[in-house]
């Protein structure tokens, strides 16, 4: 069975998303960042903090060949994963992988009180919308997307990947 991989910018709501697909698929979720936290011994902020973003990138992309090894998950990934081409090629090759996009508006309003992102630290609607734009081709670039603005709950989106990934698997 392949893996269902969410994709896409913070605040587009990958991990609510694959909670839902989990519980209605009874699929496990595996999601990177709290591995890695887990792994670690510490936060995403004192992994940047202390080590670099580098460094963030490089256990990033180890836990991505571990995981596109597996089968039968659902994989809830950091925003930052689209950075290396390698990572998304990797989940492709069993896995579908869909991206939720969502404007900087709606993301904002989903982060607002967050504290636990380093890359929006400091003026956050700032930098939404620069990282934001930066990284838009490489969001767009994937087959799968779901656009989640102003979609006030994440139960539709959720059923849309799931017969998606029912539609390709039989
Ligand atoms: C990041 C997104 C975060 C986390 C880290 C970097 C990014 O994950 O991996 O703070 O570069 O977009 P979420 O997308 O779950 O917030």
């Given at each position: ?39 670690a011994?510490k936060s995403i902020n004192d992994i940047f903090a202390q080590e670099g973003e580098?460094y963030f ?61 380093p ?52």
């Amino acid at each position: 069975m392949r893996n269902i991989i969410l994709v896409g910018f913070m605040g587009t709501g990958k991990t609510t998303v694959g909670k839902l697909i989990a519980e209605k698929t009874g699929m496990p979720l595996i999601d990177m960042d709290s591995l890695i936290v887990e792994r670690a011994g510490k936060s995403i902020n004192d992994i940047f903090a202390q080590e670099g973003e580098a460094y963030f990138r490089q256990l990033e992309r180890e836990l991505v060949q571990e995981l596109a090894a597996t089968s039968g998950n659902i994989i809830s990934t950091g925003g930052g994963i689209v950075l290396n081409p390698d990572n998304i090629a990797d989940f492709e090759k069993n896995g579908l992988v869909v991206c939720l996009l969502a404007d900087a508006e709606s993301v904002l309003d989903r982060v607002r009180h967050d504290t636990a992102r380093p890359l929006l630290a400091g003026d956050k609607e700032k930098n939404i919308i620069h990282l934001l734009e930066t990284r838009r081709p490489l969001y767009e670039s994937i087959t799968h997307k779901i656009n989640t603005s102003g979609r006030p709950s994440p139960i539709p989106t959720a059923q849309e990947i799931i017969d998606l990934y029912e539609s390709i698997n039989s």
